[in-house]
């Protein structure tokens, strides 16, 4: 006979088809024997009704017994027992992202403005209101939040369009210096980008300190000479216009004091920095998993507790680690008796005195950053980590395409795609080009795809997969993503 409920096994749940045999059972011997049970008969039906009521009192019985257990526990009793050890599960976080609000003198944009990723892309919103107190045009940064929670992109560049109307507010990006002439330029050069052109405009300023404005605005205008830029004299201050992809693009510039005087800014869309990703509410695996790290991390002295230890460090996104625990040098590298933590985020004393406090005593730390760290006696000790290596990885991909089905931003879409794979990559992971590949065919309209090539170098010739050493990390992003269709 099976044994029911708790046993020395755990728990184990009564079947349904059990409750209903063992009921009919008992009704045929304390009743009569020749009672109808049938499904479809009055009885039947009844113990149907009773004994599906009996079924889920076992599995709330199952349950209650499981959320006792961090393995089986889940949903609000997995959030209990972890709370015992002091894990909380981490709740969902918008993407943050600094943008340039190019406005014109005395305008505020209120807090709560969005922007977005064109037109129905990812919205961003300003956390704080802002004003050019200035009476001329300035740029001012300021962060912005995904109006979503979750991990959503926003590469530099990405967010482009004002959807909060406010008048002096401008989606053209600019730099705003803050210096009158006359401007101190003698044997110096000026160089920028204007929007996604590659190539730089030089501009070289011999002989004929102090330059003054108009000097300055000629000098720019006649070696540039072309129909991408337009420099000229606002209120004594150089602004230098460009008119790239369809949009005006404004860039303030300012004399310094001594040279030398260069700068190399790429205009193009409102952010110049990647967002610091958000992050979907941690799900029951992942909270079982950090849970069991910050307790590994409460010992000391083995890899794993070095590693659960530095990832509680803030800033830190990824942590991974290795350990030669011969009298050679093994095949990573790694030296005798020594480990190696690799890190990306952080701050490198806060990593490294975290390692010099986890680490077993004795053990050579290996790594391409050395911190030193001042241990309670007031001695210096020499810690070592490293960063990984980037490897930057190109992708180019001609894809066949349904046009009635392939949406506007289809380009886009893919591209997203095969971000989201690398981006999923940790420290060491190789790049296997089918994984890619197949990515393109996960977007609407998607028939084929032509040709792909994916590659360390640019324009990417390869079409198998990319070793990545143990200690580098493949990185990518969109700018070296290029995306044809037929």
Known sequence: ?????????????????????????????????????????PIGQLNGI????????????????????????????????CDITGVIRLAAAPSTVDIDLFLEAGVTVPAGSIVSIGENGARFETLAAVTNS???????????????????????????????PVSGWSAKCALTGDLLGPYTLDATNFAFRVDSLASSFIVPFSGGDPWDIDDVVDEINNHVNSVYITAYNENGYLRVESNTDGEDSY??????????????????GLNKEDAVLGRNIETDPELRLRRILWLNGLGAGTLEAIIAAVRRVSGVTEVTGFQNTSKMPDENGLPANSYHIIVVGGDDLEIATIIWLTAPAG???????????????????????????EVPIYIAATLSVDATLYPLDGDYQVSLALLAIGEALDSGDDVYELRFRSACLTIKGVEDVLSFTIDVVDPPTG????????????????????????
Request: glycine residues 6%; negative net charge; aromatic residues 10%.
């Open 1 to 41: 006979m099976t044994d029911y409920g708790v046993t020395a096994e755990g728990f184990v749940k009564k079947p349904l088809e059990i409750i209903l045999s063992e009921a009919g059972a008992k009704e045929l011997s304390i009743i009569d024997d020749s009672l109808d049970l049938s499904p479809t008969g």
């Open 50 to 81: 009773f004994g599906s009521e009996v079924d889920d009192l076992w599995a709330v019985a199952e349950a209650n017994y499981a959320s006792r257990f961090p393995a089986s526990a889940s949903h609000a009793q997995l959030e209990g027992v």
């Open 134 to 164: 200035e009476i001329y045009p300035v740029t001012i940064t300021t962060e912005a939040q995904c109006t979503e929670t979750g991990p959503f992109a926003a590469y530099s560049g990405s967010i482009n369009t004002i959807k909060t």
């Open 251 to 268: 860039l303030f510039v300012f004399g310094r004091p001594e040279g030398p005087f260069t700068e190399d800014i790429d205009i193009r």
């Open 363 to 389: 053990i050579y730390s290996y790594g391409s950053t050395l911190v030193m760290v001042t241990d309670s006696q007031g001695t210096d000790q020499r810690i070592k980590f490293s960063r990984p290596v």
């Open 463 to 486: 079409t198998t997969n990319i070793v990545i050493p143990y200690s580098s990390l493949a990185v990518f992003h969109p700018d070296r993503i290029e995306i044809a269709t037929v």
